[in-house]
């Protein structure tokens, strides 16, 4: 079974653009969340998508934002990019049927910004 | 906001001892808790996950959850030098937040030959 599918992995960007990224989730799952992980604060939860409707959100500004298509792939998009935005972004995916449910991580995409 | 603190390490053991990771929660009514452990530069990998009191076994990882002290922990056994790597607990929300994993900032662990 295919894990999480993240795309780019990679991503160059300049302050001042934007920027779209991409998951697909294990095959089943219908939930997908997304994190961000800096070295100085750690994992921290963006928001959390389950049948096509965020149902959870954290505490970000509103130039992150994202969506959830009905196959369950889900897009990240930030605007208006800041060198602070320089992470590693996460997206989890879990059955979702339970919100508690356990949640598995794809590589990831590493975002730096000049 | 739900507070999660691990032990900041980092955590020396030598191969085949056990190594023993902590982690507090702030909030009483959490129910979901988790283990994660990531490699150097490689996303969190799930390892474990608990949801009652007492010990849950899987190999040589045991997790134990003691919800009236609000603490779980994670046993290594016979640990390995591939053992390394940073150990991240997490814990889910409540009710309106439950899909969501508030994560302690990982333990390091370094298991030397």
Known sequence: ?114 | QKEVEQNSGPLSVPEGAIASLNCTYSDRGSQSFFWYRQYSGKSPELIMFIYSNGDKEDGRFTAQLNKASQYVSLLIRDSQPSDSATYLCAVNGRGSTLGRLYFGRGTQLTVWP
């Open chain 1, 1 to 114: 079974k295919a894990g999480v599918t993240q795309t780019p992995r990679y991503l160059i960007k300049t302050r001042g653009q934007q920027v779209t990224l991409s998951c697909s989730p294990i095959s089943g799952h219908r939930s997908v969340s997304w994190y961000q992980q800096t070295p100085g604060q750690g994992l921290q939860f963006l928001f959390e998508y389950f049948s096509e409707t965020q149902r959870n959100k954290g505490n970000f500004p509103g130039r992150f934002s994202g969506r959830q298509f009905s196959n369950s792939r889900s897009e990240m998009n930030v605007s208006t990019l800041e060198l602070g935005d320089s992470a590693l972004y996460l997206c989890a995916s879990s059955s979702g049927t339970q919100a508690n449910q356990p949640q598995h991580f794809g590589d990831g995409t590493r975002l730096s910004i000049l």
